[in-house]
């Protein structure tokens, strides 16, 4: 049985073992929950309805509002990352209708509830599950991929036919030629995705990270951090006094949360803006920036050198918690190292000046300080904010040396004075000095910067510089404070979800004196790197580069960043020779299978078109795993059909903006034939081994070239036979598992938290890097990031150990991003003179609602997008006309919107359409290359490396260059 | 006629997003059958727009001096059909990419929400807010003055006005008479039918589906005169809730917190306090003269609890309890069993 195994880790890393958590408690630099006595739960208590008789056409009404039972129903693999708990009616064995399960508790009494939680989407699931869209059979394609012929076939003819196509793939080219893909469905916290899980650990196929494939990878954070994980409670915003909401609108994206924006304004916080349009989001706010395109960095920048030439910032703050005093030789320009002072120094122990001894000092945290680097705190030193020092190297040489503020003063006053950032920014100057002054008087501020700062070429710069704001003032680490991208809960008993993957032995060895002393978040982030390093993960991009044809598109001359010395191609070379980017199945290795579970690359991918003409035919076996047709299924030879959210169960990853966890019970058996994901990827095991059993297939070419024995997939996947996934109630086996095991959250067994739907969150769980914020959970509080950084005095897990402004990684020399910067993105120059631009939608969760015929009729009922008049009228195009938006990469058709809240030049085509919306299925990722930074390639400093999840490069979808011209009008159309 | 009681509601504009799940869970709930696909008790318009009936502020009907106003007869088409697909023929009828999702039958030119998001003005200053609407079971109310066949019901004992369908012969004549185009006609069954308020939950003390689903929290529910729950406060003490067009002579039951939209910009794209981005003409022209001392009275008390003073109306409008919103309308329908 797997609970006999400890410690040991999930493959996603959700975790870390439980013997070597628990010997953390009680050190204070990790705090594991203790709760092992949960409050018991108790049904609402129900009510009698009325019975009211009228005899008249009222009773009509009377008797629509009639069910027979109320089921716990969530959107568990939407990759919504807002989980709302919903009250499914059934009538007549139908799921009839959604309304939200409002039962949240405040934490504390001067906050506003959460509820009711849910948005439109969530309350017409019912009917999305019912309509044309959905698959309720296995399907095998006929004729032409992408001809739209289909065939019914029987489970057991496409179990068999797929489970001999991968054992062919396995055979010819290794498992690690079947590429499995989970994309944007993503992964809940129980059985609804542990069969995929368990099915592609038990094949050793290549998973794709598609973390950052999706452009969600806030690097700007990682590099900063060394992690990216910066959230709390939504409710924690009302506690702001000034709010600022910086490339996100979660008017659109955060509808269950946002009110606790508007709320805070009634509170007497200011709620500000920054986008290039008069986004949705701006609505309601106070103040807005209406900055140019790309050159938020320059916004951040000149209000650091506001702050800092005006003396409003925090000097304790940052001399404990940043980078900026630490000493770099003015000579080489790059950090004062032990290995300068020392003969036998290493190059990860880091100085600053100590005014107390008037001498350099090893910085306490820094990775290489001798004690592993575990806390920041200063004890009796007094860190120099600036100077100029004389310090002595080892080979008597004297050098001069300056500090990272020094540094960044010089920058900011030479190249970012608020006039100079106005040139390139548009902003008045004077709207700059006074955004930066405010943000600094605020008793708390924050910067909402939601997933949407990561889809452009230079996002990390922009994070840089916001991360750069918020520890000037002191708000990084506070409630209501700091940098807000997300956060996840932990849960203990997630390990359940994976068969037994863990770490070594020798790895487990090598853990336990660190676990005796108390592991740290640089601890955690080593384990974390250690095991994403046991399979075959692959980040996307460099995937696509390497196996799907992109790299003729992404070497190109124009979308290259010109202060680079070299090309792409180049870095991308000289990674994979490093090992720092992780590429499966290597290089000279063919993809032969591809099997996706709800995710649609084929809508997402930038340019999707390559994936289709280059990709695609390398594939000898295409299957998709969904409730619903998408444009990459049609494109697929298989499809297995897969119950609906309200027909199995499971339990909803876990963002933390709510202080719940939220479940899915199943209100109706699933429709026609189609099965859970649990049942269908136990089924995809059974198959693979029985016909390997049958074909007396020997060992294969398994992960990076050792053997793997396909006869044993599926015992492997059920813990030899412990799970039986063809089980009705085998999915509820697995949720025990998940919530014995799991301290933190209210519920005691599978059962009782699908009654629940919504979990409360009741105290802290292990940590790790995927989802901790490094803060304690408090029930009675709202919930913020990193306290234990500012609180317990953690170092942060970067090479200084702080939060950290300076990189000096050779390659952010040569680009120029040794400091946080503005730079121009590669398209900045393009002859084509408008930018496309967009975001997610207040319509659908990615190509999921999409096709929803009420949510169609509540837009266009086509896919279009908006323009300016003033762009408009020159290329005479009017409201609802069709147009063709084009570049010499793609082109697609879509109906305008013509707005004045859309800035001129800019193209804004919100997210997820499916191509198949299109006229001839040319989707809006046709003409988007979407470069992206071939720094993110980088490894082998610090806290800039790969890890699965984490620090791959994401791609840049937005400010793609494009133009637009009429192509026919909705009136004349008419006429 | 007059009620004993009125119902009533106050949405706060200021905490409206245009996420429509009102409109979602009015349609789930209530116009799901044949014959009311195309109808939207409940619509969200983003404002300034033609909105729902399309140009409907433009289509007269109510009262001028107390006499009856010609009303023009909205159209199907102008408040936006039940568009169908051909999800099937691009999935499974064999022609590939030939074939893509498309509205079945005619090119439709108009929809319920059509002018979403695109707002009005000059960029930079540009502006817009979201207005959801239901009907405003008026006080006195132009679709029952017009109705030959006295089928549409001022109900004595909350003032919600509801249709009769078993007395209504389709006329229409409170489809035009009705200043706010709220009201709909069943071809399927020859009937209008309109927002009943959810009366069916209201007696089960469960608020409406279209307040309590609202993620927004914008809206309050209650008795005008519950001296103890928000309406009567934000409507007759602090008279920061006002109704829509109120010159059209309804006397609606439906309120407005107005908008407060963000500051404009001057010439040289600096902060311009003195002039509002949503002009206040604008304004009352939607809301009459009333807005503005509305928008002070706001204004002001925001101002205290920037100074960090208490202030009643802030926190009402915060809404600390959703539950509280609802004017004692506040039980989970799904603890209710049916016998």
């Given at each position: 049985?797997?609970?006999?195994?400890?410690?040991?880790?999930?493959r996603r890393?959700?975790?870390?073992?439980?013997?070597?958590?628990?010997?953390?408690?009680?050190l204070?630099l990790?705090?594991?929950?203790s709760c092992?006595?949960?409050?018991?739960w108790?049904?609402?208590?129900?009510?009698?309805?009325?019975?009211i008789?009228?005899d008249?056409f009222?009773d009509?009404?009377?008797?629509?509002?009639?069910?027979?039972?109320v089921?716990?129903?969530t959107h568990?693999?939407?990759n919504?990352?807002?989980?709302?708990?919903?009250?499914v009616?059934?009538?007549?064995?139908?799921a009839?209708r959604e309304?939200?399960?409002?039962?949240?508790?405040?934490?504390?009494p001067d906050?506003?509830?959460?509820?009711?939680?849910?948005c439109?989407?969530?309350a017409?699931?019912?009917?999305?599950q019912?309509s044309?869209?959905r698959?309720?059979?296995?399907?095998?394609?006929?004729?032409?991929?992408?001809g739209?012929g289909?065939?019914?076939?029987?489970?057991?003819?496409?179990l068999?036919e797929?489970?001999?196509?991968l054992?062919?793939?396995?055979?010819?080219?290794?498992t690690?030629?079947?590429?499995y893909?989970h994309?944007?469905?993503?992964?809940?916290?129980?059985?609804e995705t542990?069969?995929?899980?368990?099915?592609?650990?038990?094949?050793?196929?290549?998973?794709i990270?598609s973390?950052?494939?999706v452009?969600?990878?806030?690097?700007g954070?990682?590099?900063t951090?060394?992690?990216?994980?910066?959230?709390?409670?939504?409710?924690?915003?009302?506690?702001?006094?000034?709010?600022?909401i910086w490339v996100?609108?979660p008017?659109?994206?955060r509808?269950p949360?946002v009110?606790?924006m508007?709320e805070?304004?009634?509170?007497?916080?200011?709620?500000?803006?920054?986008a290039?349009d008069?986004?949705?989001?701006?609505?309601?706010?106070?103040?807005?920036?209406n900055?140019?395109p790309?050159t938020?960095?320059?916004?951040?920048?000149?209000?650091?050198?506001?702050?800092?030439?005006?003396?409003?910032?925090?000097?304790?703050?940052?001399?404990?918690?940043?980078?900026?005093?630490?000493?770099?030789?003015?000579?080489?320009?790059?950090?004062?190292?032990?290995?300068?002072?020392?003969?036998?120094g290493?190059?990860n122990?880091?100085?600053?000046?100590?005014?107390?001894?008037?001498k350099?000092?090893?910085?306490?945290?820094?990775?290489?300080?001798?004690?592993?680097?575990?806390s920041?705190d200063?004890?009796?030193y007094?860190?120099?904010l600036s100077?100029n020092?004389q310090?002595?190297?080892a080979?008597?040489k004297?050098?001069?040396?300056?500090?990272?503020?020094?540094?960044?003063?010089?920058?900011?006053?030479?190249?970012?004075?608020p006039?100079?950032?106005?040139?390139?920014?548009?902003?008045?100057?004077?709207l700059i000095?006074r955004?930066a002054?405010?943000?600094?008087?605020?008793?708390?501020?924050m910067?909402?910067?939601?997933w949407g700062?990561?889809?452009?070429?230079?996002?990390?710069l922009?994070q840089?510089?916001?991360?750069?704001?918020?520890s000037?003032?002191?708000?990084?680490?506070?409630?209501?404070?700091?940098?807000?991208?997300?956060?996840w809960?932990g849960?203990?008993?997630?390990?359940a979800?994976?068969?037994?993957?863990?770490?070594?032995a020798?790895?487990?060895?090598?853990?336990?004196?660190?676990?005796?002393?108390?592991?740290?978040?640089r601890?955690?982030?080593?384990?974390?790197?250690?095991?994403?390093?046991t399979?075959?993960?692959?980040p996307?991009?460099?995937?696509?580069?390497?196996h799907?044809?992109y790299k003729e598109?992404w070497?190109?001359?124009?979308l290259q960043?010109?202060?680079?010395?070299?090309?792409i191609?180049h870095?991308?070379?000289?990674?994979?020779?490093?090992?720092?980017?992780?590429?499966?199945?290597?290089?000279?290795?063919?993809?032969?299978a591809?099997i996706?579970?709800g995710?649609n690359?084929l809508?997402?991918?930038?340019?999707?078109q390559?994936?289709?003409?280059?990709?695609?035919?390398?594939?000898?076996?295409?299957?998709s795993?969904?409730?619903?047709?998408?444009?990459?299924s049609?494109?697929?030879?298989?499809?297995l059909?897969?119950?609906?959210y309200?027909?199995?169960?499971?339990?909803?990853?876990?963002?933390?903006?709510?202080?719940y966890?939220?479940?899915?019970?199943?209100?109706?058996?699933?429709?026609?034939?189609?099965?859970?994901?649990?049942?269908?990827?136990?089924?995809?095991?059974?198959y693979?081994?029985n016909?390997?059993?049958?074909r007396?297939?020997?060992?294969?070419e398994?992960?990076?070239?050792?053997?793997?024995?396909?006869?044993?997939?599926?015992?492997?996947?059920?813990?030899n036979?412990?799970?039986?996934?063809?089980?009705?109630?085998d999915?509820?086996?697995?949720?025990?598992?998940?919530?014995?095991?799991?301290?933190?959250v209210?519920?005691n067994?599978?059962r009782?938290?699908?009654?629940?739907g919504?979990?409360?969150?009741?105290?802290?769980?292990?940590p790790s890097l995927?989802?901790q914020?490094?803060?304690?959970?408090?029930?009675?509080?709202t919930h913020?990031?990193?306290?234990?950084?500012?609180?317990?005095?953690?170092a942060?897990?970067?090479?200084?150990?702080?939060?950290?402004f300076?990189?000096?990684?050779?390659?952010?020399?040569d680009a120029?991003?040794d400091?946080?910067?503005h730079?121009?993105?590669p398209?900045?120059?393009?002859?084509?003179?408008?930018?496309m631009?967009?975001?997610?939608?207040?319509?659908?969760i990615h190509?999921?609602?999409?096709?929803?015929?009420l949510?169609?009729r509540?837009?266009r009922?086509?896919?279009a997008?908006?323009?300016?008049?003033?762009?408009?009228?020159?290329?005479?195009?009017?409201d609802?006309d069709?147009?063709?938006?084009?570049n010499?990469?793609g082109?697609?058709?879509?109906?305008?919107k013509?707005?004045?809240?859309?800035?001129p030049?800019?193209?804004i085509i919100?997210?997820a359409?499916?191509?198949?919306?299109?006229?001839n299925?040319k989707?809006?990722?046709e003409?988007v290359e979407?470069?992206?930074?071939?720094?993110?390639?980088?490894?082998?400093y610090?806290?800039?490396?790969y890890?699965m999840?984490?620090?791959?490069?994401?791609?840049?979808?937005?400010?793609?260059?494009?133009?637009?011209?009429k192509?026919s009008?909705l009136?004349?159309e008419?006429a | 006629?007059?009620?004993?009681?009125?119902?009533?509601?106050?949405?706060d504009?200021?905490k409206?997003?245009?996420c429509?799940?009102?409109?979602?869970?009015?349609?789930?709930l209530?116009?799901r059958?044949?014959g009311?696909?195309?109808?939207?008790?409940?619509?969200?318009?983003?404002?300034?727009?033609?909105g729902?009936?399309?140009?409907?502020?433009?289509?007269?009907g109510g009262?001028?001096d107390?006499?009856?106003?010609?009303?023009?007869?909205?159209?199907?088409?102008?408040f936006?059909?039940a568009?169908?697909?051909?999800?099937?023929d691009?999935?499974?009828?064999?022609?590939?990419?030939?074939?893509h999702?498309?509205?079945?039958?005619?090119?439709?030119?108009?929809?319920?929400n059509?002018?979403?998001?695109e707002?009005a003005?000059?960029?930079?200053?540009?502006y817009?807010?979201?207005?959801?609407?239901?009907c405003?079971?008026?006080t006195?109310?132009a679709?029952?003055?017009?109705c030959?066949r006295k089928?549409?019901?001022?109900?004595e004992?909350?003032?919600?006005?509801?249709?009769?369908?078993d007395?209504?012969?389709g006329?229409?004549?409170?489809?035009?008479a009705?200043?706010?185009?709220?009201?709909?006609?069943?071809m399927?069954?020859g009937?209008?039918?309109?927002?009943?308020?959810?009366?069916?939950?209201?007696e089960?003390g469960?608020?409406?589906?279209?307040a309590r689903?609202?993620?927004g929290?914008?809206?309050?529910?209650?008795?005008?005169?519950?001296?103890?729950a928000p309406i009567w406060?934000?409507v007759?003490?602090?008279?920061?809730a006002i109704?829509?067009?109120?010159?059209r002579?309804?006397q609606?039951?439906?309120?407005y917190?107005?908008?407060?939209?963000p500051?404009?910009?001057?010439?040289?794209?600096?902060?311009?306090e003195?002039?509002?981005?949503?002009?206040?003409e604008?304004?009352?022209?939607?809301?009459?003269?009333?807005?503005l001392?509305a928008?002070?009275?706001?204004?002001a008390?925001?101002?205290?609890t920037?100074?960090?003073?208490?202030?009643?109306?802030?926190?009402?409008?915060?809404a600390?309890r959703?539950?509280?919103?609802?004017?004692?309308?506040?039980?989970?329908?799904a603890?209710?069993?049916?016998?």
């Open positions: 049985m797997s609970n006999n195994k400890s410690p040991k880790l999930s890393k959700f975790i870390i073992g439980a013997a070597a958590g628990t010997t953390a408690v009680g204070g990790v705090s594991l929950s092992t006595n949960k409050p018991t108790q049904e609402l208590p129900k009510i009698l309805g009325k019975t008789q009228y008249d009222s009509i009404y009377r008797e629509i509002w009639k069910w027979d039972k089921v716990k129903g568990t693999r939407a919504c990352i807002s989980a709302c708990s919903w009250d009616y059934v009538k007549d064995g139908i009839w309304e939200q399960n409002a039962i949240y508790e405040p934490p504390r906050v506003p509830d959460m509820n009711p939680r849910g439109q989407k969530g017409c699931y019912t009917s999305l019912l044309e869209a698959v309720t059979h296995p399907l095998k394609r006929v004729g032409e991929r992408g739209g289909w065939k019914r076939i029987s489970w057991d003819e496409a068999t797929i489970a001999d196509g054992i062919d793939a396995a055979v010819d080219q290794g690690e030629s079947i590429i893909d994309g944007t469905t993503n992964a809940g916290y129980g059985p542990a069969g995929d899980f368990r099915f592609a650990s038990a094949m050793k196929t290549t998973t990270d973390w950052s494939g452009g969600d990878m806030p690097m954070a990682c590099q951090w060394g992690m990216y994980n910066c959230e709390g409670t939504s409710d924690d915003w009302f506690r702001s006094d000034y709010i600022v996100g609108n008017v659109y994206t509808i949360e009110h606790n508007h805070a304004r009634y509170k007497g916080a200011k709620l500000v803006v920054v290039p008069l986004s949705p989001s701006t609505v309601h706010a106070d103040m807005w920036l900055i140019k790309e938020d960095a320059a916004l951040g920048l000149a209000c650091a050198q506001v702050m800092i030439e005006e003396n409003l910032i925090k000097k304790d703050y940052i001399l404990e918690q940043t980078d900026l005093p630490f000493l770099i030789r003015k000579d080489t320009q790059k950090f004062l190292r032990q290995s300068d002072l020392q003969a036998d290493v190059d122990a880091l100085y600053f000046w100590d005014e107390k001894t008037t350099a000092v090893l910085a306490p945290g820094c990775e290489g300080d001798g004690d592993d680097g575990r920041l200063l004890g009796n007094k860190p120099a100077g020092f310090v002595k190297l080979d008597g004297t050098v001069e040396c300056y500090t990272v503020y020094d540094k960044l003063v010089k920058q900011l006053n030479s190249e970012y004075r006039d100079q950032a106005a040139a390139i920014t548009g902003l008045n100057p004077n000095r955004f002054r405010e943000m600094a008087a605020a008793p708390r501020a910067i909402f910067a939601s700062a990561c889809k452009h070429y230079h996002s990390d922009f840089r510089a916001m991360i750069l704001l918020m000037l003032t002191g708000n990084q680490g506070y409630p209501g404070g700091g940098v807000r991208v997300a956060a809960w849960l203990d008993g997630i390990d979800m994976m068969a037994d993957i863990g770490l070594t020798m790895d487990q060895i090598k853990l336990i004196p660190k676990a005796i002393r108390g592991l740290t978040p601890d955690f982030e080593d384990i974390y790197t250690t095991v994403s390093e399979e075959a993960n692959t996307l991009m460099p995937f696509l580069y390497v799907a044809g598109m070497d190109q001359e124009h960043d010109s202060a680079l010395p070299h090309n191609a870095y991308m070379r000289e990674s994979i020779d490093n090992g720092w980017v992780k590429i499966h199945p290597a290089e000279g290795v063919q993809p032969k591809f996706f579970t995710c690359p809508r997402r991918w930038p340019s999707s390559i994936a289709r003409d280059v990709f695609w035919p390398k594939l000898d076996l295409v299957v795993v969904n409730f619903r047709m998408s444009t990459s049609l494109y697929a030879d298989y499809f059909p897969i119950a609906a309200y027909e199995k169960v499971g339990i909803k990853y876990g963002q933390s903006y709510v202080h966890l939220i479940c899915s019970d199943k209100a109706t058996e699933p429709l026609g034939e189609s099965k859970s994901d649990w049942e269908c990827f136990g089924l995809l095991s059974k693979v081994q016909r390997a059993k049958e007396n297939i020997g060992p294969v398994g992960f990076k070239g050792q053997t793997h024995d396909l006869t044993t997939v599926y015992d492997h996947h059920t813990e036979g412990y799970y039986n996934p063809e089980e009705p109630d999915p509820i086996k697995l949720m025990d598992k998940v919530f014995e095991n799991s301290p933190s209210a519920a067994s599978g009782e938290a699908l009654d629940m919504a979990v409360r969150i009741i105290g802290p769980a292990r995927i989802y914020n490094f803060s304690d959970y408090d029930p009675e509080d913020w990031p990193h306290r234990d950084f500012v609180e317990k005095k953690v942060w897990p970067t090479l200084t150990g702080r939060q950290q300076f990189i000096d990684h050779p390659w952010y020399i120029g991003e400091m946080p910067v730079k121009d993105p398209h900045f120059n393009s002859k084509f003179p408008l930018r631009n967009g975001g997610h939608n207040r319509w659908s190509a999921i609602w999409r096709d929803h015929k949510l169609l509540l837009q009922g086509v896919p997008l908006f323009m300016n008049p003033k762009d408009c009228d020159p290329r005479d195009i009017k609802g069709t147009v063709r938006v084009h010499n990469n082109e697609f058709e879509a109906m305008v013509v707005a004045p809240a859309t800035a030049g800019e193209v919100y997210h359409w499916e191509p198949y919306q299109f006229k299925w989707g809006q990722q003409p979407a470069p992206w930074k071939a720094l993110h390639l980088a490894g082998g610090g806290q800039i490396h890890r999840y984490y620090g791959s490069p994401g791609h840049a979808p937005r400010g793609a260059p494009v133009d637009v011209e192509v009008s009136l004349e008419k | 006629m007059t009620s004993k009681r009125q119902m009533s509601m106050v949405m504009l200021n409206c997003i245009g429509h799940t009102c409109t979602v869970a009015c349609k789930t209530w116009t059958e044949e009311k696909e195309y109808m939207l008790w409940n619509t969200v318009n983003t404002m300034p727009g033609m729902t009936p399309k140009n409907w502020e433009n289509m007269g009262f001028k107390g006499k009856a106003q010609l009303g023009k007869l909205p159209s199907r088409q102008e936006g059909d568009w169908e697909y051909n999800h099937k691009v999935f499974y009828g064999g022609k590939g990419d030939k074939t999702l498309q509205i079945e039958g005619e090119t439709p030119t108009w929809g319920p059509w002018d979403e998001d707002g003005g000059v960029f930079p200053n540009s817009f807010f979201y207005l959801p609407r239901i405003n079971h008026c006195n109310p679709c029952v003055a017009a030959p089928a549409i019901e001022k109900r004992e909350d003032g919600i006005v509801v249709i009769n369908e007395r209504c012969r006329y229409r004549f409170c489809m035009e009705c200043p706010y185009k709220k009201i709909y006609f069943n399927e069954k009937v209008s039918q309109k927002c009943i308020f959810c009366f069916p939950r209201l089960q469960v608020s409406n589906a279209c689903q609202c993620p929290r914008v809206r309050f529910v209650g008795y005008r005169d519950d001296q103890n406060k934000l007759e003490k602090y008279k920061v109704p829509l067009h109120p010159e002579g309804t609606p039951n439906v309120f917190i107005p908008p407060i939209g500051a404009s910009f001057d010439a040289d794209g600096d902060i311009d003195q002039t509002p981005r949503i002009p206040d604008y304004l009352i022209s939607l809301f009459g003269p009333k807005v001392d928008l002070d009275v706001l204004k008390e925001r101002e205290k920037k100074r960090g003073e208490k202030s009643e109306l802030m926190d009402l409008l915060i600390y959703w539950n509280e919103m609802f004017g004692g309308f506040d039980k989970n329908p603890t209710i069993e049916w016998a």
